[in-house]
């Protein structure tokens, strides 16, 4: 694809993944709503919990602190400015602002699904060689753990921001460049863009694809050694207490993985757009709205120290 004479490195992009909904956008309005509203309220909850009560500062329920802080994060990139679009019918971004949402997005993103994998190494060692959990997930190494992961996403949305600096767009009568997306995403910047996106396209799969096959590995080789010792555990109460601490993360990891590389990790010929924004509705909102409930707030532990708090509210008032 050539580039027109009025191609500009930073446009107005018109966000319209909604445009042709047939759902009216009043109600996908209060829809979103309701899910941000609801995912800060659960990640918020979950952080004060871990936060205040000392039967929580493990290094679970620190390592879920963490992904709670992310979801946050992960959240209010998007939802806020979608429904900002969604009220005022005139979903126009800045470049600038465009690619600031991107870099956030992809930071708080990739930094999502390291400390997933993370998790799941506390769950091998937890369930694995118990008598060393304390020592080896100690507060110091969770942290360490965490730092790292937040450095290597930093390092990675820096690099796919360079490469998209240099590219241009050629906007329309109006000055604006139509994205049929609802953020700032990689892929429709790409597929809108008149610029040679080969080194763009080889980074993804290349680069994007080493950090994805890392975690997964770590995940899949942690749960093989998880469940080899489960059905060593001479006990059937045992067998099921160990699998219920899994399930959770086993669920989410699924969840998370396959829509990313659903989206991220299929030759364009056959990424369907209608597709891409389902996907990517589902990893933007259900995700960090689902992990406070799926990861804790079904454990005993969480729903111990919330009735704690409750009943803590109630002897002060």
């Not at 004060?48 to 709670?68: E, T």
């Not at 507060?139 to 730092?147: D, E, K």
């Amino acid at each position: 694809m050539s580039c027109a004479p009025n191609a500009s490195h930073s446009p107005v992009f018109l966000l319209l993944g909604f445009s042709r909904s047939s759902i009216p956008h009043s109600l996908l309005f209060l829809l979103f709503l309701a899910i941000y509203l609801t995912t800060i309220l659960g990640n918020v909850t979950l952080v004060l919990l871990i936060s205040r009560d000392s039967r929580l500062h493990s290094p679970m329920y620190y390592l879920l602190r963490g992904l709670s802080i992310i979801d946050l994060g992960l959240s209010t990139v998007t939802l806020p400015q979608l429904l900002v679009h969604l009220a005022s019918d005139y979903p126009a971004i800045p470049a600038a602002r465009c690619l600031a949402q991107f870099f956030f997005f992809y930071a708080f993103g990739v930094t999502d699904t390291l400390v997933i994998a993370v998790m799941a190494l506390d769950r091998y060692v937890a369930i694995c060689d118990p008598l060393h959990y304390a020592l080896v997930m100690n507060r110091q190494r969770c942290a360490c753990l965490l730092a790292l992961s937040w450095a290597v996403s930093i390092v990675h949305t820096m690099l796919h921001v360079g490469l998209l600096l240099p590219l241009y767009w050629t906007a329309d009568a109006g000055g604006h460049v139509h994205i049929p997306h609802f953020f700032c995403d990689h892929r429709p910047l790409l597929r809108a863009s008149c610029s040679d996106i080969h080194s763009n396209e080889l980074a993804i799969f290349l680069e994007g694809g080493f950090l994805m096959l890392g975690p997964c590995a770590l995940i899949v080789l942690s749960y093989v050694r998880i469940g080899a010792t489960i059905l060593r555990l001479p006990s059937a109460a045992g067998r099921r207490r160990a699998v219920s601490t899994c399930g959770s993360h086993l669920t989410m990891v699924g969840f998370l993985y396959g829509t990313i590389i659903w989206v991220y990790f299929q030759p364009p010929s056959q990424n369907s757009r209608d597709q891409d924004m389902v996907a990517a509705v589902m990893y933007t909102t259900i995700t960090p709205l689902a992990n406070p409930f799926v990861y804790s707030l079904r454990n005993k532990d969480v729903k111990g120290a919330l009735c704690r708090l409750h009943r803590q509210g109630r002897v002060e008032s």
